[in-house]
């Protein structure tokens, strides 16, 4: 596996008015590997890739992508850069068929013509580069599709533009077992293309079966970004709840991080 | 079932589309709720078989179906603008009366003021985009729900009217170009000339496309449908334009009237106008888009507020070539051209064409058709000599049948998970 990551953000912090809600983080995605943010809710799992999409920008930290440091202020900048969101609520038509889906936004045009020959084609190619071979037409709308199948096409739609990092907010959230599985294959199917992915899930036998780093967040910190292979499913657990396990995670809180608030006593 | 398949584009296994399998989806579509214009075209045989067994002499003439063209025109126009706004999910009230108040400013910049006739037209159809624009800003920038803003507009351009109209005057047109816009006919040779080349221009734009697909190796229709659509074309509209070409004057003696009514290639050419921009163009896409999720839309980088003006701008625009065309079918302009029952019949010939009132799905050719059934209500029932209160009702129950037949068709594609 690459050693050098294909994103980094070290030292992110981001604040809504008084409320702090990403202190100091940092998050590594790797080319080829299949990164997992987990955290609870209200975690920050959401901000934070709201942060990399470039819908909110950052208060304070640096972003690396490829080596360079790079500023992202609006998702079209995201977008040059080859970083594609997925997001949990689809974000697709459903009165429009799979290549009018996946080219929404950016269609192909001769002239000021749709060019629906070559999207189609490439839409097919997309679909084949990640071994989906069974849609009754590209043509179908998307209305039709089973949610499995809708979230193929909102996954093909993030790999089309030669993305290289791809994150997924909770792909497999409301799909049943057999749709999951397909799903999570083709997670893992992106990874191994050579893409950078970043997953975020609450459903731990989900991060397990696919992911090769867990990154979990606790209240808006990083509390460790470690190699599946390396804990146990408790582990993660507890980093999720807690911030630590054992000797990962977040340092104990010390006393004097509290402040006295009983009343007529001065700090 | 037995369906072969074959590898489209980079090799996604899809099904081989035969004409059996073709007529087999459409049934299955139709099944699953996705209707379309099917029951306004079944409405209008229908309605045209019960009119014509009870006045054959008259409805059948070649003049009747010459004057449902004039009949249909002004509300079709408007009908197919409303077509962009209903897309959106929203609504105009105040089309009828937009229609009303620039054909109001063309008949006075025509007669008081003294102005020629292009100008006199570009000032009508440039108010329309003013107030398009009006519209699209207090709904889209704005945030007031359509249903108010084109409330609030509908009776202040009732009120503009009366006001430069100066209280009631009838302000009549004089003979010309925009008078024979929706009144007279093409001569003979004109009308077979547009007709033929319309087949032919249909028939090339479908072939190449086939070609096209073909080279490319992607799934194309069966070439018996596209046959069969092109043949049914050609046959509509030669068969049309030979029944207009004979002779329809009571004394052919003294005024000969013969061809086809300039209205009919007016309507054809707004259809093919604005079928073209909805379903060839990125913009009609983002139209369908941002009518069947906004958020996406936004997502995928679509300027969401700049479409949704855009479609009351074109669906004023399209009023104000209603309003021109009831201007010149009725010859003046009064306090009540575009009033009364304009608007209402224009809504209900979009969605009796198939048009959803709930966004996302429709079709200009839906404002043909269903200003087509509004029309033969009109005119039939007035052949039958019914009175206006019964034809108004006739068209009410109409309106709801195909409102009903909208939501149940949504109820059922829920159902079977194919909205």
Redesign the interface.
Known sequence: MAATPLLELRGIDKSFGPVQVLHDVGLSVYPGEVTALVGDNGAGKSTLVKCISGIYTIDAGTVTFDGKQVAIHSPRDASELGIEVVYQDLALCDNLDIVQNMFLGREKKSGIVLDEPTMEQMAGETLASLSVRTVKSLRQLVASLSGGQRQTVAIAKAVLWNSRVVVLDEPTAALGVAQTAQVLELVRRLADNGLGVVLISHNMNDVFAVSDRIAALYLGRMAAQVKASDVTHAQVVELITGGRSGNLGLPPEKPTDFVDITPGVQK | MSTTTLE????????KPTVASHIRDYIGRIR?GDLGALPAVLGLVILVLIFGSARSDTFFSAGNFANLFNQAAGVTMIAMGLIFVLLLGEIDLSAGFAAGVCGAVMAILLTEKGYSEPVALAAALGSGVVIGLLLGFLVSKVGIPSFVVTLAAFLAFQGVLLNILGEGKNISIPDGFIKSLNKDSLSVTWSWVLAIAAVVIFALVQFMRYR??AK?N??NEPIGIILLRVGGLAALILISTAILTQERAINPVIASLKGVPIAAPVIGGFLVLWTFVLS???YG??V??V???A???R????PVDRIRISVFVIGSFMAAVGGVMLVSRAGSVDPNTGGSSTLLYAVGAAVIGGTSLFG??GKIIHAVIGGAVIAVIDNGMFLMDFSSGTRYMFTGVILLIAAGVDALARRR?AAT???
């Open positions: 489209t584009a980079g090799g996604v296994k899809v099904v699953g096209g697909r490319r992607l799934v060839r163009t990125s896409r983002h369908y888009a009518g069947g999720n958020e996406a839309s997502r995928a980088g679509i996302g799905k594609a998970g194919n909205r």
